[in-house]
């Protein structure tokens, strides 16, 4: 089992960038590691995952050539010209890299079994 947090969350003004980064409670190289987000009211949506040997990032449109996802020994997104639609609360995950179904259903919330509690991203327009 992982535990995760993340950190990097704040309060910026639109176009500008933020850093988020997840550490875990043990190595995360036997883990597919992606990132979430929930506005309020609304339900979580996927960000962008990477898998264990750090190939294969994936985007939502979304935010696609905007954010880019990155893992050493933690996971970091890099969030560029932020939009006021980006504000929510952005959540790490993590599923076994042993889980297949990874490669077909990484923007599933339910693919995923450990999370982080989240932090929070608003941007101001």
């Known amino acids: 089992q992982v535990q995760l947090v993340e950190s990097g969350g704040g309060l910026v003004q639109a176009g500008g960038s933020l850093r988020l980064s997840c550490t875990a409670s043990g190595p995360i190289r036997d883990y597919h590691m992606g990132w979430f987000r929930q506005a309020l009211g609304k339900e979580r949506e996927f960000v962008a995952s990477?898998?264990?040997?750090?190939g294969s990032p994936s985007y939502s449109d979304s935010v696609k050539g905007r954010f880019i996802i990155s893992r050493g020994d933690m996971v970091y997104l890099q969030m560029n010209s932020l939009k006021p639609e980006d504000t929510a609360k952005y959540f790490c995950?993590?599923?076994?890299?042993?889980?297949?179904?990874?490669?077909?259903?990484?923007?599933?919330?339910?693919?995923?079994?450990?999370w982080g509690q989240g932090t929070q991203v608003t941007v101001s327009s």
């Open positions: 990477i898998s264990w040997s750090g």
């Open positions: 995950a993590a599923v076994p890299s042993s889980r297949n179904s990874y490669y077909t259903h990484y923007d599933h919330s339910s693919l995923w079994d450990y």
